[in-house]
């Protein structure tokens, strides 16, 4: 019975609507979906069109000069319960060619409840004869620090504390911030501070290559990569007359200089997405920021699995559009518009062809758009591969990615104003 009264409520409404357009429901509908079709296959369009101007125009991190450059360099990683990470990640770091005439690697144990130290020192012990003969005694260029507990009263969210404290071990010229679930190429610190010298940049950072390794990523993280690509701008955001600024967290590169002058951490301490405070806060201040590709040089998988991808999306989406509750529902509605939308609309074309003969014309052409959205979001995943060199796994889940996708942005909203739920790691953030 209630279902009946719900069909009966749209019949009425469809009936309404149609009058109010002066056609009949039937023409409506037709009419609805050539729209919504028509809609997501033009912001797919438009979607690759600005990827490829955005890329044929971004600056890349140059090749490795032969010889390390002057200075010194220290590589903070902060660590909270990386247990899964931190050997891979120290491994890739600690073999690197050698950047600069002095460097070290400074591990931050941010009071992890997991393995990671005792993972930690296991690894670099079975490094040890392999950096003694390379470089000299592995105690010598890699340290340990206990971040200790965080200040009563005060408000300290994600890796701020641990990078604070770090900072107060660190007297080099460089210090660079990386997240333990990167991996470095060897020769990726020397290209990234040959570049930041030969640039003058304040902060560099570079923008790494994504990898999946679960269901929930290839869902979500090949669509994600492509709004990040067009949503934050390269170019603009190297022009030091733009007020546009980012920077990608796992990779920061700073003078130590210009991270002193802005504050570092410390000013930050109650910032969920510090690392584009961080980047605004350095043009803010008239340094020099750059941001580059870097798809060859180091590799980042965010998530391990969809409880880890859903808390850290919903504690980003929200604040990455600067905190507008319209932006972030508006984005949310056009992805399951241009992801999910041609999976759903295909089969009611079809449906609707079948069933409203005197349409037809029109449902073919809906029926044709929802297919070309579908064959748009394959050339996406094409241009994708060929960009990060991420595979076609799953492409045809894109649709699905969509819907969750979708689910995040109102989400993000709701966690982010109540505090319910709004976590990092477990840890809460509000």
Avoid at 186 to 194: D, F, Y
Avoid at 206 to 224: H, K, N, T
């Amino acid at each position: 019975m209630a279902g009946q009264h719900g069909r009966l409520i749209s019949l009425v409404a469809l009936n309404d609507a149609a009058d109010g357009f002066g056609m009949n429901p039937a023409e409506l509908l037709a009419w609805v979906l050539l729209l919504l079709t028509g809609s997501a296959a033009l912001g797919l369009v438009i979607l690759l069109a600005g990827l490829a101007r955005v890329f044929a125009r971004a600056p890349r991190l140059a090749q490795a000069p032969e010889l390390p450059v002057d200075g010194s360099l220290t590589v903070v990683v902060p660590a909270y319960n990386e247990a899964a990470n931190i050997a891979a990640c120290l491994g890739s770091v600690l073999r690197s060619q050698s950047p600069c005439g002095a460097w070290r690697v400074l591990l931050v144990d941010d009071r992890s409840s997991d393995a990671t130290v005792a993972i930690a020192h296991e690894a670099v012990r079975e490094l040890e004869q392999e950096l003694e003969q390379e470089w000299g005694a592995a105690d010598a260029r890699f340290a340990l620090l206990d971040a200790g507990p965080r200040p009563a009263g005060e408000r300290w969210v994600g890796k701020n504390w641990a990078c604070s404290r770090a900072m107060e071990q660190v007297d080099s010229d460089w210090v660079l911030f990386i997240d333990a679930d990167v991996r470095l190429q060897p020769a990726t610190l020397r290209r990234a501070l040959a570049q930041a010298t030969a640039d003058g940049a304040d902060l560099l950072s570079l923008a790494p290559r994504l990898s999946c390794g679960c269901l929930a990523e290839w869902l979500v993280q090949p669509i994600m990569a492509s709004l990040l690509g067009l949503g934050f701008p390269i170019e603009a955001a190297n022009d030091p007359a733009s007020p546009v600024a980012f920077a990608a967290g796992p990779f920061m590169l700073f003078r130590r200089s210009a991270y002193e002058a802005i504050g570092g951490h410390r000013v930050l301490a109650a910032e969920v997405v510090e690392d584009l405070a961080l980047a605004r806060r350095i043009k803010a201040g008239g340094h020099r920021l750059r941001y580059m590709l870097a798809l060859d040089a180091l590799d980042l998988r965010m998530y391990a699995d969809f409880a880890s991808l859903w808390e850290g999306w919903t504690k980003n989406w929200l604040l990455g559009l600067e905190g507008s509750v319209a932006r972030a529902l508006l984005a949310a509605g056009v992805v399951l518009l241009m992801f999910s939308g041609p999976w759903l609309l295909t089969p009611a074309a079809a449906i609707a062809t079948t069933l409203l003969p005197a349409q037809r014309p029109l449902l073919l052409a809906a029926l044709a758009l929802a297919l070309a959205g579908i064959g748009l979001q394959l050339a996406l995943r094409l241009w994708t591969r060929r960009q990060f060199q991420l595979p076609l796994t799953l492409w045809w889940l894109m649709g699905a990615g969509g819907l969750v996708v979708a689910a995040i942005g109102p989400t993000s909203v709701w966690r982010t104003l109540s505090g319910r739920g709004w976590t990092w790691k477990g840890r809460p953030l509000a």
